[in-house]
């Protein structure tokens, strides 16, 4: 179940979706290796898409140095969740109300439909960001640039 999931979020964040999949495998094979839990399911975290964006900077990079870019955030995400873990700072998390967690959740939700409805209609666009993905993904529909096979068989997958 993770594996579409990390690849979704890798594609939000503007690196190709092989990212993902090593973003997915490698901490559930450490976490198996290394965690405390059997029931705990470790993998890319959907709050770190939006941040490691092409979208969240006013220059776009290369993909490789979006990879560089997305590795060093992983490294330095990583070495801060351990230190506050080891500090006990988990409380923190308690003083965001659920309004906001449930918002900031669900605007990543918009932004990676958005980044996948192309794809679901089998096409591909360019934009620079969600209105304008948006914007070209409706222009392309009602130029009907819609692949049929690849919209029947993304509705048969859903379905």
């Excluded at 003083?95 to 591909?124: C, D, E, H, W």
Aim: charged share 10%; net charge positive; hydrophobic share 50%.
């Amino acid at each position: 179940m993770l594996v579409p999931v990390g690849i979704a979020y890798a594609v939000a964040s503007g690196l190709p979706g092989i990212y993902g999949l090593y973003a997915t495998i490698v901490p559930m094979l450490a976490y198996a290796l290394f965690g405390p839990s059997r029931i705990l399911v470790m993998g890319p975290d959907s709050s770190l898409a939006p941040s490691s964006s092409p979208w969240s900077c006013r220059w776009p990079p290369a993909i490789p140095a979006r990879v560089t870019l997305a590795g060093m955030m992983a490294v330095v995400s990583g070495t801060a969740c351990i230190l506050a873990g080891v500090a006990r700072l988990g409380f923190v998390t308690e003083l965001l109300s659920k309004p906001i967690r449930y918002g900031y959740m669900n605007g990543i939700a918009v932004t990676v439909l958005i980044s996948q409805l192309p794809k679901f209609f089998g096409f591909s666009i360019k934009g620079e960001g969600p209105p304008d993905h948006l914007w070209a993904f409706v222009q392309a529909v009602l130029d009907g640039k819609t692949n049929l096979a690849a919209f029947l068989v993304g509705t048969g997958t859903l379905g």
